[in-house]
């Protein structure tokens, strides 16, 4: 069964860090590209970041561009985002998802996702 597992969000202050992780189960991510999303409250789910199986990445959002890192661990299977200098505007549950190759930033093409993790940013 193919399965994408978020996890490390939860609550931080405003600029603090948090590390997601998205790992996955019953399939190698070598040849996938994978996406972090994420939905705010009241607002449509929106891309966050990308890297595609050859390593390449993109960051989406201006917002997010330089506080926000994506890597991965093909022998970990994992693909990580490093959050930096955290808002109350990054509070959202943030989602991985998979699709061959190639970065997007249309959900619609991302085959397998994930159930989500929230993040939220307050003092």
């Known amino acids: 069964q193919l399965q994408l597992v978020e996890s490390g969000g939860g609550l931080v202050q405003p600029g603090g860090s948090l590390r997601l992780s998205c790992a996955a189960s019953?399939?190698?991510?070598?040849?996938?590209?994978i996406g972090w999303f994420r939905r705010a409250p009241g607002k449509e789910r929106e891309a966050v970041s990308c890297?595609?199986?050859?390593?390449?990445?993109?960051n989406y959002p201006d917002s997010v561009k330089g506080r926000f890192t994506i890597s991965r661990d093909n022998a970990k299977n994992t693909v990580y985002l490093q959050m930096n200098s955290l808002k109350p505007e990054d509070t959202a549950i943030y989602y991985c998802?998979?699709?061959?190759?190639?970065?997007?930033?249309?959900?619609?093409?991302?085959?397998?996702w994930g159930q989500g993790t929230q993040v939220t940013v307050s003092s």
């Open positions: 019953g399939f190698t991510l070598d040849y996938f590209a």
């Open positions: 890297i595609s199986s050859m390593g390449g990445s993109a």
């Open positions: 998802a998979a699709r061959k190759d190639y970065c997007s930033n249309q959900e619609y093409r991302y085959d397998y």
